[in-house]
């Protein structure tokens, strides 16, 4: 390092680039510190570069040209460099030269054994490969070097130990130097012979035992003396069979051999060579004819959907007529599903329990957030670090080309500079274009014909038509009351007590307590914060427990003790039920009330049902009017389609207003003349938009205008037009669960969702009074205790006189 920094970087002479190569002959097993005895010779070399850096620590590497041997006559110093008196051996003229003629220099001994040591040279060149670069350049330095140089550069390219080339080193006269090298060429050549007999070896395999790569004489670099793979070829060979086994179609084999026989051709220390080699090994793994038998019992199939999920019945019948047109016609290409549900009720392990179902391996894709179209597709093989998407590495990871694909979240996927992935998953989910789907990496086509994609979204809203069209929408709702506690008793609290070490013997939930937990401690339409509660009781149970258990380990209870700790020292009684009392101690006071009624107090509120991706709401309007000069004011963060309905609200308020007996605040017919209102949405934090509030904002105004107070255990939802008819909306089962979770006794309607209720189950159905509406007239009358009586109602005949 001295040396190299001192010498070869600070020097400016060409003096100074000049230094002596020494074999090392130091002894690995009595190393030392110190510096070896030096071997007598040595080559004398020009550092033709130093390339290098000083992180994580200084490192060099040199280039040397050799230019003729030395010996060393006496050392001057060791530190911080070596530094030698040598004595020049070899005459450089005779290698810059050229050739004399052949009369000159064959003369006598020395003459035949270079002739010799030439023939022998050029048979063993005879028998190996022209295309290999090593052995080109090989051929070309037989040509154009002079003969004496010969023993050098052969000793130098042949495989052989150390030792023996320490010989040609030493060899001072030339005659030595031919007499030395000629056995290890004889001997390369005879072994070569017997390999061609024994193994009927290509000429690539030849190369590979008898040339070392690396740069030849006269150009050597230090440090880059590679070790060679003799078992390369029958790597290749085994490679070749792999790719015959794999069954791929034509198009695929047909690239594969071609990249094969490039791989043949390439050195191994070509960069290329290993991203070809990981292009073939990833298409050999690929299932290309791979699949594994579906399980067709239909009965099986129910029970085993049946016990893994409650209720979903919609999901539950779609798999099963799959299965059944399955055993009707082998060839059915794989359905595209899109379950759409809000979050927590299952979409994602329903997904899960359909593979187990079919016997099906199952792989999920995680589309949360991605948003480069080359996660889906892959990158060409020509950029650094190119991989194949996710598709095909899920194929890859199953190892068969049937299995379930769950894309998860692919209503959040992004849009970036890097391209839309929603476009690149249209060809995926396309049954018509997906039997051959063409991944950037692989460049072939892949048959995903076969593979049942399921695609979970919170909502259809932000997917991108073009691709929401592709697949078949299937609605998860939220769940009901009854149906959490069902959910609740067979699998959230087994599987939480197993989590928490419990058993059914030291804890106790009754059935009784469940709809407790779920109306007030959880307003969701999944059961995720059901089962973060039920977890909470089992970790304050464990609490108990544990130190029921460590008590009794550590003392024996005497009354002076027992008095001592006071009532908590005793063990628990098991089990531990768990009632309304123990649940107040440990989830705290109730977060959620069930009664809304308190609410509506006032005339200018109602209660109007909204629906979010998480499941429907409640959402109270209020509304409250001053003197003023017949503004309208509009608070808590609405969207212009939510203002318009307002306004749309006013302006048939105004011109029914004497129908109705609707006055201002001093009792004039307008109800605007002299008057501010202000309407207000809470919560005021929370966006909201859509036409579905349009009846509400209504009831809450002819509240506001008559004084008269709404009913307060009705919810209502529907769209309204400027004529006073009321339109359908969409949501209506999740709006209903929402009104049923939150106490509602009755739910005003449009006439024309009257479909939609044969969705709902039929304890709701029951427990709820339904009013459609085809008019706000009829909204007015079932929202107030005893009708809303509008005067042209009881005068409606007498004004029908003709007035010709």
């Known amino acids: ?233 029958d790597d290749t060979a085994a490679l070749e069979r792999k790719v015959h086994g794999a069954n791929m179609p034509e198009a695929a084999l047909k690239i594969c051999l071609k990249e094969l026989k490039r791989l043949k051709k390439m050195p191994q220390s070509m960069p290329e060579y290993a991203l070809t080699r990981n292009y073939l090994d990833l298409m050999v793994e690929l299932p290309w004819s791979k699949s594994t038998k579906d399980c067709l019992d239909i009965r099986a199939a129910r029970t085993l959907l049946d016990n893994d999920h409650y209720a979903m019945n919609k999901l539950k019948r779609r798999v099963l007529e799959y299965l059944a047109v399955r055993q009707l016609k082998t060839s059915l290409k794989g359905p595209i599903l899109c379950f759409v549900g809000p979050p927590g009720v299952g979409k994602t392990s329903v997904g899960r329990s359909i593979a187990r179902t079919l016997g099906r391996e199952f792989h999920r894709i995680a589309l949360g957030g991605v948003c480069d179209q080359s996660d889906i597709r892959g990158h060409r093989r020509t950029y650094v670090g190119s991989m194949p998407g996710r598709i095909i590495n899920g194929l890859k990871t199953v190892g068969v080309n049937n299995p379930v694909f769950l894309l998860d979240e692919v209503d959040k996927l992004g849009k970036s500079l890097q391209g839309d992935p929603a476009a690149a998953l249209l060809e995926v989910l396309d049954p018509e274009q997906n039997h051959g789907f063409t991944d950037h990496y692989l460049n072939v086509a892949f048959d995903l014909s076969q593979v049942l994609f399921i695609a979970t979204a919170n909502t259809t809203a932000t997917i991108p038509p073009a691709l929401l069209d592709r697949m078949e929408v299937l609605e998860v709702p939220g769940y009901t009351q009854e149906e959490k506690v069902e959910i609740a008793h067979r699998h959230l609290i087994p599987n939480q007590l197993e989590q928490h070490g419990l058993t059914p013997q030291q804890l106790h939930i009754p059935q009784s307590t469940t709809p407790d937990i779920i109306s007030r401690y959880t307003r969701e339409a999944g059961v995720r914060s059901l089962e973060r509660k039920i977890g909470a009781i089992c970790r304050a149970v464990a609490v108990k427990v544990a130190e029921g258990h460590t008590l009794t380990k550590t003392e024996t209870l005497t009354p002076e003790n027992s008095k001592q700790h006071g009532d908590k020292a005793a063990p628990p009684e098991l ?113 909201k938009d859509g036409p579905s509030a349009g009846v509400t904002i209504v009831t809450c105004l002819a509240s506001l205008f008559s004084g008269r107070l709404v009913r307060s255990d009705v919810a209502m939802t529907g769209e309204i037009t400027l004529r006073g008819l009321v339109l359908p909306v969409g949501g209506i089962k999740d709006k209903v669960l929402a009104a049923h979770r939150a106490g509602v006794k009755r739910v005003i309607l449009p006439k024309r969702n009257e479909k939609d209720l044969e969705e709902l189950p039929a304890n709701v159905r029951a427990n709820l009074d339904f009013i459609t509406a085809t008019n706000l007239d009829e909204v007015l009358n079932a929202s107030f205790d005893g009708g809303f009586p509008g005067v042209s109602s009881t005068r409606a005949h007498p004004q029908l006189t003709s007035k010709l």
């Open 575 to 687: 089990p531990i039920v768990i009632d309304h009392i123990a649940l107040k101690d440990i989830l705290g006071p109730p977060v959620f009330e069930m009664e809304v009624s308190e609410r509506l107090t006032l005339p200018g509120v109602a209660l109007g049902l909204a629906w979010t991706p998480l499941g429907g709401e409640i959402m109270f309007v209020e509304a409250s009017r001053m003197e003023g000069e017949g503004q309208l004011t509009l608070t808590g963060q609405l969207g212009d389609v939510m203002k318009e309905s307002a306004h749309l609200a006013i302006s048939w308020l105004r011109a029914n207003a004497k129908t109705y007996q609707l006055t201002n605040m001093v009792g004039g017919s307008d109800p605007l003349e002299g008057t501010d209102i202000h309407l207000h949405f809470p919560a005021g934090a929370v966006t």
């Open 1 to 233: 390092m001295h040396l190299v920094r001192e010498r070869l970087l600070k020097g400016t002479s060409l003096k100074s680039t000049i230094i002596g190569v020494i074999p090392n002959t130091r002894d690995p097993e009595h190393d030392t510190d110190d510096l070896p005895t030096l071997h007598k010779i040595g080559t004398a070399g020009i550092a033709v570069q130093v390339v290098g850096s000083n992180w994580p620590k200084p490192h060099y590497t040199l280039l040397i040209t050799g230019l003729c041997r030395f010996s060393v006559s006496s050392l001057l110093k060791e530190r911080p460099f070596v530094l030698a008196e040598v004595k020049q051996l070899d005459q450089l003229e005779r290698y810059t030269t050229p050739q004399r003629d052949a009369t000159a220099t064959d003369d006598g001994e020395l003459g035949e054994l270079s002739e010799k040591f030439y023939q022998a040279a050029v048979q063993l060149l005879g028998m190996l490969d022209m295309s290999v670069p090593v052995v080109a350049k090989f051929r070309r330095l037989l040509d154009s070097l002079p003969r004496e140089t010969l023993p050098d550069v052969v000793a130098s390219m042949i495989r052989t130990s150390n030792k023996e080339k320490l010989q040609v080193l030493d060899a001072l006269s030339l005659e030595e130097r031919f007499k030395k090298a000629l056995p290890m060429l004889t001997r390369q050549i005879e072994g070569l012979k017997l390999l061609q007999k024994t193994r009927k070896t290509s000429p690539d395999n030849e190369k590979r035992v008898l040339v070392r790569k690396g740069t030849v004489f006269p150009g050597r670099q230090f440090n880059l003396d590679e070790e060679d793979e003799d078992d390369d070829g």
